[in-house]
């Protein structure tokens, strides 16, 4: 499976400004440091001075009667009692003319060390108040310096550490920093679920292949079909799977040259560069078979298709946006067109588009002028042409354009979210009609009404509705449900399916158009409806074409098989209505019985048909 990756960061040289930082502060620290130190040397060296001063003090007070008496033996024990002071290098007493009278010394080796920064004292020696001598002392400084030269040598080694610290954080900081910028770089061009391109970058592609590229290319845009039902149907985390996978297997189709693109949801880009007529036949071939290979959820294989609209490049666009712009409009037109269509771009389908958008605008305003009304094409039993029911059907009548065709704007309608309000405001239109019909005095059969899966987007859409049947009062005897085979599988599964819930309520469920699509016994019995109405492309000609008559005739037993009743479309010659009689067909529906009826017509056709029941009750 294919999954979003991130580009390894690059070997670019980290910045300098980190770094500028950190040695700035580590020159800061450094000057406090020295600041420090020489501050505790100078205190350190007021200390000892202070206690040899005070040392000196005493010596000297105790030496003056040995010089007054010449005694230099006692003058040398005095001195002698300073060998226990560790700090004291040499004391020395002198005269007031400078001769010598004693000395103690520890020794040359020891004075040389402190040679260099040597503490010195000296005190007079007083008797009577007068000075008899001068007593010198002098001490190493070497546990001074000792002590500064460890203050310094932590200072350092702490300011080191630190150093080293803040830069290999710098740096890593630094490093994540990049990393974060590339990967949110990475991020801004590419689809983090399926690691695809997304539009920028599909943008600059398609920019640079202009600017460089003379071959010819196509670009082709991807919508898948019916999206939203997978993810309504599994989830969005199944479908966030299968997105994964169709990225998977659309890169397979792509050399390192081309470029796969996630532009939304559900909606794929490629650009190839090829862009021949017959190079785009193959590829679109290739596309649908690779989407058409199943996926499994569960044990459940789905099968994608998707339409797909494509512009052939440098003919259909000159720079990047306008190629995006022709691929969706022929994406549009492929939309328009059904399940699995190709469309190329052509010139006309920008105005085709903006009609649409046009139409679209008219659609909403239609539904807030009230310009929608309803015909009802009555259906007739197959043996005595009563009439057991009719189907509504919708009719748009455009103050300027006319009358529009269900044909064109049903589809609008669903692509657009508008199909929900409509369906809506349609059961209001029958409602009032039926209503019309009561008050005149006359028996209404059901009328069936069709519904889209469409109009169900949401669980709220299916209360929306069944609160509106509710409020109209349109119960099971007033109201037939009319779906569609591809309508009635894409609600089939659960219990909270607008066919279950409508079921549960006792409406009886119509399966129209059978044949058509997803034809399949197993289906039949597992939608459990009610009628099943035959389509046209069956009946038509049917008295002339004996395959025809055996398939309608199989039709028709496989649906009383189920208890389903069948009715005809489309009938419009006798010999068409003989030919589905023949075939066991319970009811009919054509142009040869009627035609659609307004409300008013219908009503008069109630009337003339109920009146006639009644001369023949008589």
Not at 70 to 85: I, V
Not at 373 to 382: E, G, K
Not at 390 to 408: C, F, N, T, V, Y
Request: charged share 25%; proline share 4%.
């Amino acid at each position: 499976m294919h999954t979003p990756f991130f580009p390894r960061p690059s070997k670019r040289r980290l910045s300098t400004t980190p770094n500028k930082e950190i040695a700035g502060l580590v020159a800061a620290l450094f000057s406090l440091m020295l600041l420090l130190a020489v501050v505790q040397f100078h205190g350190l060296k007021a200390s000892m001075l202070s206690d040899l001063g005070a040392a000196a003090e005493l010596i000297a007070q105790n030496a003056s009667h040995a010089i007054v008496i010449e005694d230099d033996t006692e003058a040398h024990e005095l001195l002698s009692a300073l060998a226990r002071s560790k700090n004291l290098l040499k004391a020395r007493l002198e005269s007031p003319d400078g001769r010598l009278l004693a000395v103690y010394d520890k020794g040359h080796q020891a004075e040389r060390c402190d040679e260099l920064m040597p503490l010195k004292v000296s005190r007079p020696v007083l008797a009577y108040g007068k000075p008899v001598g001068q007593l010198i002392l002098t001490a190493s400084s070497h546990k001074l310096l000792s002590w500064t030269a460890v203050f310094l040598g932590i200072g350092s080694i702490s300011i080191a550490v630190a150093w080293f610290t803040s830069w290999l954080s710098a740096r890593r900081a630094a490093k994540a920093a990049r990393q974060a910028q590339q990967k949110l770089a990475w991020m801004s061009r590419h689809d983090p679920l399926t690691g695809c391109a997304n539009r920028e970058e599909l943008r600059a592609h398609l920019r640079e292949r202009f600017q460089s590229s003379p071959k010819p290319s196509a670009l082709y845009l991807l919508d898948l079909d019916d999206f939203t039902v997978f993810n309504a149907a599994y989830g969005a985390h199944q479908g966030d799977a299968i997105l994964r996978v169709i990225a998977q297997r659309l890169q397979t189709l792509v050399k390192p040259e081309d470029r796969l693109a996630r532009l939304s949801a559900d909606e794929f880009a490629l650009s190839l560069q090829h862009g021949s007529e017959h190079s785009l036949l193959e590829f679109t071939t290739r596309i649908q078979e690779v989407l058409r290979e199943p996926i499994f959820v569960g044990d459940v294989p789905l099968r994608a298709t998707a339409c797909i609209g494509v512009a052939l490049l440098p003919d259909d666009a000159n720079n990047e946006d306008s190629a995006i712009q022709a691929a969706s409009a022929a994406l549009s037109m492929a939309r328009h067109a059904g399940h699995g269509s190709v469309c190329r771009y052509e010139e006309g389908h920008d105005r085709k588009l903006r009609d649409r958008a046009d139409l679209t605008d008219a659609l909403r305003l239609a539904l807030v002028r009230g310009e929608f009304r309803l015909n009802y094409q009555p259906i007739y039993s197959v043996h005595g042409g009563r009439v057991n029911g009719a189907e509504a059907l919708i009719r748009w009548k455009h103050p300027s354009r006319g009358l529009i065709s269900p044909d064109r704007f049903v589809p609008i309608a669903e692509s657009s979210g508008l199909i929900e309000e409509i369906g809506l405001h349609l059961l209001g239109l029958l409602q009032r009609d039926r209503q019309a019909w009561l008050c005149a005095g006359l028996q209404v059969p059901p009328i069936a009404i069709n519904i889209s899966s469409l109009q169900f987007p949401k669980e709220q859409s299916k209360d929306r509705f069944l609160q509106q049947l509710s409020a109209l009062e349109l119960g099971p005897d007033a109201l037939e449900i009319e779906l569609t085979e591809r309508a009635a599988f894409e609600e089939l599964e659960g219990k909270d399916s607008i066919i279950h819930r409508l079921k549960g309520r006792g409406y009886s469920i119509s399966l129209d158009d059978f044949g058509t699509g997803y034809s399949s016994l197993s289906y039949l019995h597992r939608i459990n409806c009610d009628k099943l109405k035959i389509d046209r492309s069956f009946v038509r000609r049917m008295d002339e074409n004996p395959k025809a008559q055996q398939l309608v005739k199989a039709i028709v037993e496989v649906a009383h098989a189920f208890h389903m009743t069948t009715v005809a479309e489309g009938v419009e010659t006798e010999g068409e209505l003989n030919a589905v009689r023949n075939a066991g067909c319970t009811a009919v529906q054509g142009y040869l019985l009627d035609r659609p009826l307004d409300a008013q017509a219908f009503g008069e056709r109630l009337a003339a048909l109920n009146g006639r029941a009644s001369e023949d009750a008589a």
